[in-house]
């Protein structure tokens, strides 16, 4: 649309055209109409680059549910719902998803595992060492799995192709008549921010201050009988103030070998694995201790069709961060060949047909920038009484469905799944339960 054909003002405009600008700008669309209270005329989406032009266009596409917290739990739930409505169109591949994992973060797989059965989420968990071992080797028989004590096996989830789910998000909002721009200015009563990386950018831009009072959860001052409280007494002792957003770099990559695949057993798609270790992670290539752990890796497919795509622990940047130009565009957003070393290394600590191959993958490298909460899970809320932020703290490939949530939020008078990634629960000292991953993200 150009600057002419621009309205001067719209009901709703939705910044951002990766997965969550445009699901909620779908799904508010959906909304308006299914209430009679107006209709995807009522809705632009500004965007200053191109579709996908965000985290949502270079994600691995991870789709699982191997979340502690239980409202993400079902978050995700809504999402892969989504993503079976269309399997074709957003380019989903329900392969399952693999957690392997040692005996620390045992307990974590059981409890997880009692959440999806809840909430109807097929999954299977497998304890003890040699259990593991003979479910892992059924699908790969080559599976080292010394220390891994338990396996969260999601028969739901596995991943989609980022491009396609964007393409196809974008053609749900336009089907609902929601017009894309990124042209011009507007007037709007309600403005809704999808802006992933950039969402401390937007943060600012609304004139927000750039830290957050956070109630400290263990200062067990005047305790009431037995339990401790948080102390408020006003002063501000009780609370800690912490940053709206926290950059982390974000490592993945695409490697392949001439001579050997990530093929199952029965020569098929496997599901993606996810692989935590606390042993020593050696050099495929030297033997030279990389990480003396944790350490983690997670793998799928290559998006090429071949070979194996992935990624492992983030590294954390601090406050400040260059986001331009974005993702692959920017050397300084992808992966060196430390990152080359460390992710083979642990494909060939769990795969004996990658062992000893260390010099001879081909290298795709990639990987981002993405922008945390204070506490590493979503913000989603009226950050002021006329614009509304879905601030991911980069969950967010796999939430394409938090739009439906963020619809009944705004149109249909309320999401009480969504209470739970409010912003006042900083202040209240009610974050997310935190598991014993290496990951920020668990
Ligand atoms: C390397 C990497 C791998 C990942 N892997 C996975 C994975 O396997 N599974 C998973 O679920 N998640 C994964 N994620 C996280 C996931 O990609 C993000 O959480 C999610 O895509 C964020 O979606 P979004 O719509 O909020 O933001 P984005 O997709 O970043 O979209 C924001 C859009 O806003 C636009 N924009 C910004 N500022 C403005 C402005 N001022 N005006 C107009 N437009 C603006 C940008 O151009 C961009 O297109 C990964 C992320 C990265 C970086």
Known sequence: MSQEQLPESAPYVVLGGGVHGLSSAYHIAQALEETGEGSG????VLEKKHLAAGASGIACGVVRNFYFSPPMAEVIRVSVELFETDPAGFGYHPVGYIAAVPEVQAEDCVAIQKQQAEIGYRSDVILGEKACQE??????PDWNGEGIDAVLHERQGGWAETNKTVENLGRLARSKGV????????????????????GGHVWRMLGLPPEVRVARKEKPTSPVGDSPRVEADGNGSGYETKPIVTYWKLQEGDYWLDDVELADSSGKEPPVVHLDHVVPLRSDRDGHVIDQGPWGIYYKIGR?????????VPIKLGTETELEPYGHDNPEHIVGD????YFTAGLAWAHERFRGKGDEWHTDPHGGIGAFTPDNYPVVDFVLPNAYMVMD???????????????????RGGENRLDPFRLARYERG????????????N
């Open 41 to 44: 005329s009522d809705v632009i």
């Open 135 to 140: 479910h892992m080797q059924a699908i790969f």
């Open 179 to 198: 017009v894309e721009t990124d042209h011009g200015s507007i007037e709007t009563d309600l403005f809704v921010a999808g802006a992933g990386p950039w």
């Open 304 to 312: 090429r069709g071949f070979g194996v795509q992935g990624g492992g």
């Open 338 to 341: 430390d990152f080359t070393d």
């Open 393 to 411: 703290s980069n969950h967010g490939f796999k939430m394409i469905g938090m739009g439906r949530l963020v619809a009944n939020d705004i149109v």
């Open 430 to 441: 009610v974050t997310h339960a935190v598991s014993h991953s290496p990951y920020p993200w």
